[in-house]
Each structure stands twice: as C-alpha cells, then as structure tokens.
C-alpha cells in the first residue's frame, strides 16, 4: 500500500513564475491536508481539502496562493507570482476520515524561488 | 489560539543512553490529542507516538514514552537506548479533536546522537 506521495520533491523557480504542487493521497484516502514547513520551523496548516471541496483554508495566503481536490487525480497546490519568501518544504498529508490522529504524511516538496 | 512550545533548539545523547525533549503547550480545550514526530534528513514526517488527553496512563512504544502532565499542560518525550538512527528533528503537536482540521507544530528540537 503506497504511502502518500508528492512531486515534484524538489522545485526551483524564478520569481514571478508559477509553482504547482502535486499530493497523491494514501489509496482510499478522500482527505487532504497541506502544510508548510519555512526554514528554521515547524509545519504550518494552509488548507483542509475533501474530493471536490476545501473545508479550511484559514491558513492559506489570501493571493497568489489556491489548492485544489479534483473528483480524478491528485490534489494541487498552485502558488502564482512566486516571491522569495515562498521558499519553504510543503508537506501534504491524508486521512481516511477527518480524525488527525490518523493522518499520514508525503515526504515533502522543497520549493526554492531564485 | 493553540500554541506549542519546545524550548530546546538543539539536543545531544550518547548512543545507548537515555534523552528527553520537553514540550509544553497552552489550550482551554479540556479534551485533545498531542503528538510527536520525528524528521529525519529525508524530511519524512513520521509519527513516533500520540497520547490522547482523556487518558491518565502515558504512552509507550517500544523505547519512546511521553510523560504526559495535564495540569502543567505539558507533553515530555523520552527515548530510552538512544541509536544513531534516532538522530532528526522531534517536532510537539497539539489537535484539539472535533471539527478542527489542523494540527498546530512546535518549532522542532534536532537531536544528535554521539557514537
């Protein structure tokens, strides 16, 4: 049983270009979480996601930031515009149910924006 | 809003022996789950033990245990027999339960392990 999986592990890009994430969630698993890990922290929620619909997004940059859960396929995270201060590892994680004690997590995208 | 707090940047043990890295965290919430997870090089988030805050009896797995102290509101992790493979960041985290969907990280404690 695959665990959670993202690509690209590593990513670079020029500023102002856009930066698109991808999470393949563990087999059956229909909720997504994604999180942001800056240097020198701990992860940071950005987004609660179900096939089709974002529950939470309390954590989410109000621009240039949107995730998405399409009802075939991954989950995306797409940042716009891309600036430095984007740099950072994002974590996307799954669950079965939404009940975070059971929650899984990919090994991480490391975005670097030169 | 639920903070967690580890105020130990940086940790060292010798192999063999026996390390704790403190946490504490603060909440009103009177039923929540806390979390510990280790980050090794590889940036894999693992989940390395969960006590959940209705229980009186600390959590065990095999040579990690927490010292679970709810009034203090803290949430202490011991590794007993320490390995070279436990050398990583240790990353607390708090969930308060119910319809909040995020977990809420401390800052890490990077662990060293001396032959």
């Known amino acids: 049983n695959a665990g959670v999986m993202q690509n690209p592990r590593h990513l670079v890009r020029r500023r102002g270009q856009e930066a698109r994430l991808r999470c393949s969630p563990m087999?059956?698993?229909?909720?997504v979480y994604w999180y942001r890990q800056l240097p020198e922290e701990g992860l940071k929620f950005m987004v609660y996601?179900?096939?089709?619909?974002?529950?939470?997004e309390s954590g989410m940059p109000k621009e240039r930031f949107s995730a998405e859960f399409p009802k075939e396929g991954p989950s995306i995270l797409r940042i716009q515009q891309v600036v430095r201060g984007d740099s950072a590892a994002y974590f996307c994680?799954?669950?079965?149910?939404?009940?975070?004690?059971?929650?899984?997590f990919g090994p991480g995208t490391r975005l670097t924006v030169t | 809003a639920q903070t967690v707090t580890q105020s130990q940047p940086e940790m060292s043990v010798q192999e063999a022996e026996t390390v704790t890295l403190s946490c504490t965290y603060d909440?009103?919430?009177?039923?929540?789950?806390l979390f510990w997870y280790k980050q090794p090089p590889s940036r894999q988030m693992i989940l390395v033990i969960r006590q959940e805050a209705y229980k009186q009896q600390n959590a065990t797995e095999n040579r990690f245990s927490v010292n679970f102290q709810k009034a203090a509101k803290s949430f202490s992790l011991k590794i007993s027999d320490s390995q070279l493979g436990d050398a990583a960041m240790y990353f607390c985290?708090?969930?308060?339960?119910?319809?909040?969907?995020?977990?809420?990280f401390g800052k890490g404690t990077l662990l060293t392990v001396n032959p």
């Open positions: 994680a799954s669950s079965l149910s939404p009940v975070l004690y059971e929650q899984y």
């Open positions: 087999k059956g698993h229909s909720h």
């Open positions: 996601l179900q096939k089709e619909n974002i529950i939470d």
């Open positions: 985290a708090y969930w308060s339960g119910g319809s909040n969907y995020k977990l809420t």
């Open positions: 909440t009103s919430e009177s039923d929540y789950y």
